[in-house]
């Protein structure tokens, strides 16, 4: 029969296609291939509030002072050494001599006073050219930046504010040449130029981003000759493509993948906590939330092991307050609210509510480090009705969540926070000072505890870091005692690589520091 | 003829305004702000109204939608909020990748679906038939990305043989071959539904046409079996046929959203997702713009179509 024939040959020659097409792996040597999670939209770092975007594009740009790896110490970046003056008002900089950007501009104190000023000053000629998301939350403190000489540059701050240098490893802050911003204009971030380890060399939109090695840099010789950004969105494209060898890199592993990677021989699995933290926020200023007894009942009635455990398979370490455990401001002798219904029921009682309230939480449905908002606000529903309380989750779209949050209604919501900078003020501040209550700044808890602000705002007049440590660690003790949040975990960040890849790691950032990476 | 094609062409202007004003509604009357959105959680409320005002979301939405669509008109999409961008270009570069996904994923469908169908309807209640009626159920009935995913893990993952995601290698490549295996996978996913309703369409159309006394004369004079099937049958057959091609071109558009986002395919669909996720109106705006112009050109196509292959249709 003809038409069976026709079938058949249909058949043969759709997996003959499959043969003829068949070799798919094989990297030219030196090219590394990373998977991401999707794709940048802007490779401007200030311009942008997306990790995806920031992992690409602050391998173009560099900062003034940065983090090393593992480390929270300020170390030098493009400045070589700085003063800070004894008010904490001036902060003056020495740029490393004999730097030039990517297009040739040489690195100076004009070119770092444009990168900030665009931002931030109205009358500077980029202004007008992106939208700066940090830049009052970073800068608004800035009064001036003064180019001293060719490589003496300062900042004259309003106040003193002792996070200052930690703000200026923040992807805000990178130093871009001025003569690419003037040359593009509006489409300086799909030409971004800066000092940094790899320069820009091809965007394919949808298809990917190709950086390639600055044979020039100053720091190290960088051992990769390229790098390719690959966005896939589709969890098992991406595992699919490094297990065929196609991927060198990819991020955000999903947690129902992880185990499966860790059985897999060609695969290196990477683990590190993020500066990072979750959080069931309570409207301290509502009923029944203004109540401190009532607060800590949903601290012990929340099973933070269980959601870690269960919902995040093991990609979140269950918290005990807002400041990422390790890290130099965090309180080591902090103890964390433990899982005890049987107490939570007693405070309940104690605060007149025996029998329990009704409550509504609300949850986006997804957004910027909020890991599984529904699953684990649904694990938290379902704990909280154990010791009495009745929640009704509120799903909602992550842009209009953000503008619900604003109309301080809220009862109960899940947020999270990436701090990117790792100094414990500019977790504590902007989400827990008083001054920052919503709608002026992200304290959407409505929180206000005088002493804490007190502490607060010693820490960021005081620029001796040991003393620092002390202040921050007295205001985490006042601030889990009042418990204005449920602690509930910070992200482990995972990375799964090929067994070509030597010398990654992965920073408490979130930063992707793929300028490390030699290829086997 | 000429005439008609001139008229049809005119309808479309009323076509898209209308689409155009819908699509422009539903997005600025969703919940979503897009300055919540570009400014993060860190925003003040002084920067985000100072955006708001930038982006021309603070006037009323007829005085935005009028202030959008007189740059349309003059060719001027706008550009992207995010990506700074221009629309036209950043759109128009995404679709040909569309375009090359859902014409192969029509091809596919097309020529197995009438394959099989004709097959089917020269043998009824053959093996082949039972078992094109029981993958068509399958087929119709299977989510695009499941069955996207069940075809990676399969043919990537298992066997090797073919690339898991994108449209091309990523470090060169770029030949047509490169295209093809790139291709297969998404194409196939696209065209599975389609293919099987196409199918079973051309199955009963030809159980029909086949028993018309037509056939039993060209029979009856002696004509080989293939061409009584197809000069006398398909033909005859072709028109309902075209209908259902036609509706499901359109539904391929739809369906390259999801396979566009299952296999990384760089097109027009990844980017209006990417678009909707992160409220940037005009690139939506775009893509649906693009994407609803094709879909009127394609009906033109189906009708003019009719012409050709039944004479006795006129259009005045």
């Given at each position: 029969m003809t038409m069976g024939r026709t079938l058949a040959s249909i058949i043969t020659m759709t997996v003959a296609l499959g043969f003829w097409a068949a070799p798919v792996g094989a990297q030219p040597a030196g090219t590394l291939v990373v998977g991401l999670v999707a794709e940048p939209v802007n490779l401007d770092p200030p311009q942008v509030t997306d990790l995806n975007s920031n992992r690409v594009g602050r391998r173009i740009v560099e900062t003034l002072v940065t983090f090393p790896e593992e480390s929270t110490q300020v170390v030098p970046g493009l400045a070589e050494s700085w003063t800070i003056s004894k008010d904490g008002l001036q902060y003056t900089f020495k740029l490393r001599r004999g730097i030039t950007f990517h297009d040739g501009t040489p690195l100076n104190a004009e070119a770092v006073k444009f990168s900030i000023e665009r931002q931030i000053n109205p009358n500077h000629p980029a202004y007008k050219l992106g939208k700066y998301p940090f830049a009052n939350f970073f800068f608004g403190n800035v009064k001036a930046v003064e180019v001293l000489s060719e490589e003496r540059v300062a900042f004259l701050l309003n106040e003193p504010r002792a996070s200052f240098l930690a703000i200026l490893t923040a992807g805000a802050a990178s130093i871009v040449s001025p003569t690419a911003v003037m040359k593009w204009g509006p489409d300086y971030p799909t030409h971004p130029v800066g000092t940094g380890p790899f320069r820009f060399a091809s965007w394919?939109?949808?298809?990917?981003?190709?950086?390639?090695?600055?044979?020039?840099?100053?720091?190290?010789?960088?051992?990769?000759?390229?790098?390719?950004?690959?966005?896939?969105?589709?969890?098992?494209?991406?595992?699919?493509?490094?297990?065929?060898?196609?991927?060198?890199?990819?991020?955000?592993?999903?947690?129902?993948?992880?185990?499966?990677?860790?059985?897999?021989?060609?695969?290196?699995?990477?683990?590190?906590?993020?500066?990072?933290?979750?959080?069931?926020?309570?409207?301290?200023?509502?009923?029944?939330?203004?109540?401190?007894?009532?607060?800590?009942?949903?601290?012990?009635?929340?099973?933070?092991?269980?959601?870690?455990?269960?919902?995040?398979?093991?990609?979140?370490?269950?918290?005990?307050?807002?400041?990422?455990?390790?890290?130099?401001?965090?309180?080591?002798?902090?103890?964390?609210?433990?899982?005890d219904p049987e107490r939570a029921k007693k405070l309940l009682a104690e605060a007149g509510y025996p029998s329990g309230f009704s409550t509504t939480l609300w949850v986006p449905e997804s957004g910027s480090g909020m890991q599984a908002p529904v699953a684990m606000s649904t694990v938290m529903q379902s704990n909280l009705k154990a010791v009495g309380v009745n929640v009704t989750l509120q799903t909602m779209e992550w842009g209009a969540y953000l503008a619900k949050l604003r109309t301080k209604e809220q009862e109960l919501f899940a947020l999270s926070w990436m701090a990117g900078t790792e100094d414990p003020d500019m977790v504590m501040y902007p989400l827990l000072h008083s001054s920052q209550w919503t709608p002026v700044g992200p304290n959407r808890a409505l929180y206000k505890n005088p002493r804490f602000d007190a502490l607060l705002q010693q820490a960021r007049l005081t620029t001796d870091q040991a003393k620092r440590t002390q202040l921050y660690r007295e205001a985490q003790r006042i601030l889990v005692d009042d418990a204005p949040w449920v602690f509930v975990d910070h992200e482990i960040q995972i990375a799964a690589l090929s067994k070509r890849v030597q010398g990654f790691k992965l920073h408490p950032s979130f930063d992707l520091r793929v300028e490390t990476i030699s290829l086997r | 003829m000429r005439g008609y094609i001139a008229r049809r062409l005119l309808l479309l202007v009323p076509?898209?305004?209308?689409?155009?004003?819908?699509?422009?509604?539903?997005?600025?009357?969703?919940?979503?702000?897009?300055?919540?959105?570009?400014?993060?959680?860190?925003?003040?409320?002084?920067?985000?109204?100072?955006?708001?005002?930038?982006?021309?979301?603070?006037?009323?939405?007829?005085?935005?939608?009028?202030?959008?669509?007189?740059?349309?008109?003059?060719?001027?999409?706008?550009?992207?909020?995010?990506?700074?961008?221009?629309?036209?270009?950043e759109v128009l570069h995404r679709f040909q990748a569309t375009l090359v996904l859902t014409g192969s994923g029509l091809l596919l469908s097309t020529l197995g679906g009438i394959a099989l169908g004709v097959a089917s309807a020269v043998r009824p209640h053959s093996l082949l038939d039972r078992m094109s009626a029981v993958t068509s159920l399958f087929g119709a009935s299977m989510p695009v990305f499941w069955l996207g995913i069940v075809l990676m893990?399969?043919?990537?993952?298992?066997?090797?043989?073919?690339?898991?995601?994108?449209?091309?290698?990523?470090?060169?490549?770029?030949?047509?071959?490169?295209?093809?295996?790139?291709?297969?996978?998404?194409?196939?996913?696209?065209?599975?539904?389609?293919?099987?309703?196409?199918?079973?369409?051309?199955?009963?159309?030809?159980?029909?046409?086949?028993?018309?006394?037509?056939?039993?004369?060209?029979?009856?004079?002696?004509?080989?079996?293939?061409?009584?099937?197809?000069?006398?049958?398909?033909?005859?057959?072709?028109?309902?046929?075209?209908?259902?091609?036609?509706?499901?071109?359109?539904?391929?558009?739809?369906?390259?959203?999801?396979?566009?986002?299952?296999?990384?395919?760089?097109?027009?669909?990844?980017?209006?997702?990417?678009?909707?996720?992160?409220?940037?109106?005009?690139?939506?705006?775009?893509?649906?713009?693009?994407?609803?112009?094709?879909?009127?050109?394609?009906?033109?196509?189906?009708?003019?179509?009719?012409?050709?292959?039944d004479p006795r249709i006129h259009y005045e």
């Open positions: 394919d939109r949808g298809q990917r981003v190709v950086l390639e090695k600055n044979p020039a840099y100053w720091k190290y010789p960088v051992k990769v000759e390229r790098v390719i950004y690959r966005p896939i969105v589709e969890d098992q494209a991406r595992l699919t493509e490094l297990l065929t060898g196609t991927l060198d890199v990819i991020v955000g592993v999903p947690a129902d993948f992880v185990g499966q990677l860790e059985q897999n021989a060609k695969i290196t699995l990477l683990k590190q906590v993020g500066a990072h933290v979750w959080y069931l926020g309570m409207n301290n200023q509502r009923k029944p939330f203004d109540d401190k007894r009532v607060r800590q009942a949903l601290n012990y009635a929340v099973n933070k092991e269980a959601i870690v455990k269960d919902v995040l398979k093991g990609t979140g370490a269950s918290s005990r307050g807002p400041v990422l455990p390790g890290t130099w401001g965090a309180d080591p002798a902090l103890k964390a609210y433990p899982y | 076509v898209l305004l209308g689409v155009s004003i819908v699509v422009f509604m539903v997005l600025h009357l969703s919940p979503g702000d897009p300055a919540e959105i570009m400014l993060g959680s860190q925003a003040t409320q002084e920067d985000l109204a100072r955006l708001r005002r930038e982006l021309g979301l603070t006037e009323p939405l007829h005085v935005q939608y009028f202030r959008w669509m007189s740059h349309v008109l003059r060719g001027d999409l706008g550009r992207s909020l995010w990506m700074k961008r221009p629309v036209l270009d893990v399969v043919f990537s993952l298992w066997l090797g043989w073919l690339p898991a995601s994108g449209m091309w290698a990523p470090y060169g490549g770029g030949d047509l071959r490169d295209l093809a295996a790139h291709l297969v996978l998404p194409a196939l996913t696209l065209a599975a539904a389609s293919m099987t309703i196409i199918a079973r369409l051309t199955r009963s159309t030809m159980l029909d046409v086949l028993g018309q006394d037509y056939i039993r004369t060209a029979r009856a004079k002696g004509l080989i079996e293939g061409r009584v099937v197809f000069r006398h049958g398909l033909k005859n057959a072709l028109i309902p046929i075209v209908t259902v091609v036609g509706v499901q071109a359109g539904y391929l558009l739809g369906g390259a959203v999801l396979t566009e986002t299952v296999f990384a395919w760089p097109g027009v669909g990844l980017l209006m997702v990417q678009g909707i996720l992160a409220r940037d109106f005009p690139i939506v705006q775009g893509c649906v713009l693009v994407i609803a112009l094709t879909f009127v050109l394609i009906n033109l196509a189906v009708d003019l179509l009719y012409v050709y292959l």
